[in-house]
Nanobody, 130 residues
Framework: QVQLVESGGGLVQAGGSLRLSCAASGRTFSSYTMGWFRQAPGKEREFVAS???????????DYADSVKGRFTGSRDNAKNTVYLQMNSLKPEDTAVYYC????????????????????WGQGTQVTVSS
């Protein structure tokens, strides 16, 4: 069993930055695929980013088109933590952000599928004011 706890959300003005953290516990997750998703009020949960283990300490990160160039995912396996650095935030980025984990690998659009992920955090609210 893997437990995920997100933190770092808050209220920020448009153009500002936030860094979300997701701490994992329960087992070593260095080879897990980690994902970030978000859900705005009245909308479906959507993919934001994924960090896929390739080999050793090599990972591949992919992003939704809406956040490419603004968001960066990273991980610190020594701390069992993944991060989502969010820059140049826009009001449309307002949502509850969730991290997710799966022992399965994925590629391309396969990483966007919510059903791929076995473990989910409780979410952290990000609000961007205009």
């Amino acid at each position: 069993q893997v437990q995920l706890v997100e933190s770092g959300g808050g209220l920020v003005q448009a153009g500002g930055s936030l860094r979300l953290s997701c701490a994992a516990s329960g087992r070593t997750f260095s080879s897990y695929t980690m994902g970030w998703f978000r859900q705005a009020p009245g909308k479906e949960r959507e993919f934001v980013a994924s960090i896929v283990w390739i080999r050793a300490n090599t990972y591949y990160a992919d992003y939704a088109d809406s956040v490419k160039g603004r968001f960066t995912g990273s991980r610190d396996n020594a701390k069992n933590t993944v991060y989502l650095q969010m820059n140049s935030l826009k009001p449309e980025d307002t949502a509850v952000y969730y991290c997710a984990a799966t022992p399965s690998s994925c590629y391309g659009n396969g990483c966007l599928d919510l059903k791929l992920y076995d473990y989910w955090g409780q979410g952290t609210q990000v609000t961007v004011s205009s």
